[in-house]
């Protein structure tokens, strides 16, 4: 009997697809597919797939070519599957000829032709229009943004706003926008915004493009208070729109996967967690000026706040800070939240160095996500049995930015008001926090 397999996503499972499966098959008496999980394709950088990896599986199966249908979920994973299920050839279409030569070691490799003119992209592209986003603010972050649209499909950014016509000018050069000074000119240009200007203008940005009908990402700090928070979530609901807060840890792979372990009971009841996190600015800048609302608290509570209320949820009881001021500006802040069963704080600092790591211990054992945690690509799960520890490696592709990109894109395109990466309810709960320490409750100067 000659055993033939072949691997890919299938997903919006095409002619081209239907071409490839039968032709596998003719090669021999048995044919396996591999259907990739959907880890393994964030992993690979498909961050566009369509069909989860059940709906992949079961349209595979309903061709009828596939006598097993096996899940490909780590790289590496060909090599062992040709010895174990006893493969005589491995088939793939012609656009990677050449790629899969090395497993010519194992079995015969069989590039077979790709049927041209039809794709799952061409599928994705047409059955879902291009967002045209506009971004409000050309600092860093707008520039670290720009680049990580191209990596999702469906987002492409036309335009940009700021007051100052020398800097929109500038920003659009140099990412080939349409570059826009006034609010009424630009919102009607796109379909969606990102906000990324100074902090004390995103609720205004925020509500006027949510009125104007557009979708909205809004950079941290989302907002400065509980009340503008649920403001501009009940806004979006009544619209229809969808209303995220760019919270990227918050989307990263690694980080979902803290979230999952911790909730499936690995480390045991978590009694407290530890985040820290620290840029050190130089003056003069934005994040050194309080006029701007700048200080660690604003610039870095945002994320910290995020992973502990992921963690141990919104029901807190009470939160002390201490801050070391330097020209109205907190350059260093502990917080300490405490839960009724549980303790948390965050150091953060923009004029002292911390350590900037995360750790979340339980009774039965500790998470360790070492600095910088914000960008999760590695964590260990220790116990006290060291035997036991457990190390986990993830990719943090580019800066990050295309999880939370993606995320927002999906939940336009599939309708959804919420996220369970970071609900409203935890958007608006860091919002609120943030608000008691500029209103100076239980904050000590140190
Ligand atoms: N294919 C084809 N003709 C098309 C489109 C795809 O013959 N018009 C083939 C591909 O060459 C591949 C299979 O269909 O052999 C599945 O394609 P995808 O779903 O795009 O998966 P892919 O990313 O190619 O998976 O481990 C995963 C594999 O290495 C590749």
Same mark, same amino acid.
């Given at each position: ?8 996503? #299938? ?56 006598? +097993? ?46 049927? +041209? ?34 990596m ?42 990102y ?75 978590v ?6 996190l ?7 800048t934005? +994040? ?35 801050s ?14 405490? #839960? ?15 350590e ?18 914000w960008?999760?690509?590695?964590? +260990? ?12 490696f ?20 599939n ?32």
């Amino acid at each position: 009997m000659t055993k033939v397999i072949t691997y890919g996503t #299938y997903d919006l499972l095409h002619q081209g697809h239907l071409n490839l499966l039968r032709r596998a098959k003719e090669l021999g008496d048995y044919l396996i597919v591999g259907v990739t999980s959907d880890s393994f394709d964030r992993g690979r950088g498909k961050l566009n797939v369509r069909n989860n990896v059940l709906e992949r599986v079961e349209a595979v199966k309903a061709t009828g070519f596939a006598d +097993e249908v096996i899940i490909e979920d780590y790289l590496g994973q060909k090599i062992d599957d040709i010895q174990k299920y006893d493969v005589d050839i491995f088939a793939i279409g012609s656009d990677w000829e050449g790629k899969f030569d090395y497993l010519n070691e194992y079995c015969k490799v069989v590039y077979l032709p790709r049927t +041209e003119g039809i794709s799952s992209t061409m599928l994705r592209a047409e059955s879902q229009d291009v967002f045209r986003i506009g971004v409000i603010g050309s600092g860093r972050i707008a520039h670290r943004f720009v680049p990580e649209t191209k990596m999702v499909n469906g987002a492409e950014v036309v335009a940009v706003l700021n007051p100052e016509k020398e800097k929109a000018d500038a920003f659009a050069k140099m990412h080939g926008l349409e570059a826009f000074t006034e609010f009424e000119e630009f919102i009607q240009k796109v379909d969606a915004v990102y906000i990324a200007s100074p902090h004390l203008s995103h609720y205004d940005y925020a509500k006027r493009s949510l009125q104007a009908g557009k979708h909205v990402l809004c950079e941290i700090p989302f907002v400065m208070s509980k009340e503008q928070a649920l403001e501009l979530y009940r806004l979006a609901e009544e619209k229809n729109l969808v209303l995220m807060e760019a919270s990227k840890t918050a989307y990263c792979p690694a980080f979902g996967h803290i979230v999952t372990l911790v909730k499936s009971g690995i480390i045991g009841d978590v009694v407290d967690v530890k985040a820290s996190l620290s840029k050190m600015v130089p003056p003069p800048t934005r +994040e050194l000026d309080a006029a701007q609302a700048g200080g660690a608290m604003t610039e870095h509570a945002p994320l910290t706040l995020m992973a502990i209320i992921k963690l141990l949820g919104i029901d807190w009881k009470d939160v002390n800070f201490h801050s070391r001021m330097e020209n109205g500006v907190d350059i260093y802040t502990k917080g300490v939240l405490n #839960y009724p069963h549980a303790t948390s704080s965050f150091t953060l600092g923009i004029g002292v160095k911390t350590e900037g790591n995360l750790v979340i211990s339980g009774t039965k054992g500790y998470i360790y996500v070492p600095a910088p945690w914000w960008l999760t690509s590695f964590f +260990e799960v220790r116990y006290e049995d060291q035997t036991k520890n457990k190390k986990y490696f993830y990719s943090y592709d580019g800066e990050g930015l295309r999880y939370e990109i993606q995320e927002w894109l999906s939940m336009i395109v599939n309708d959804r008001r919420s996220c369970y990466k970071l609900r409203r309810r935890e958007s608006v709960a860091i919002a609120e926090i943030i608000e008691k320490y500029r209103n100076k409750e239980n904050v000590t100067e140190i």
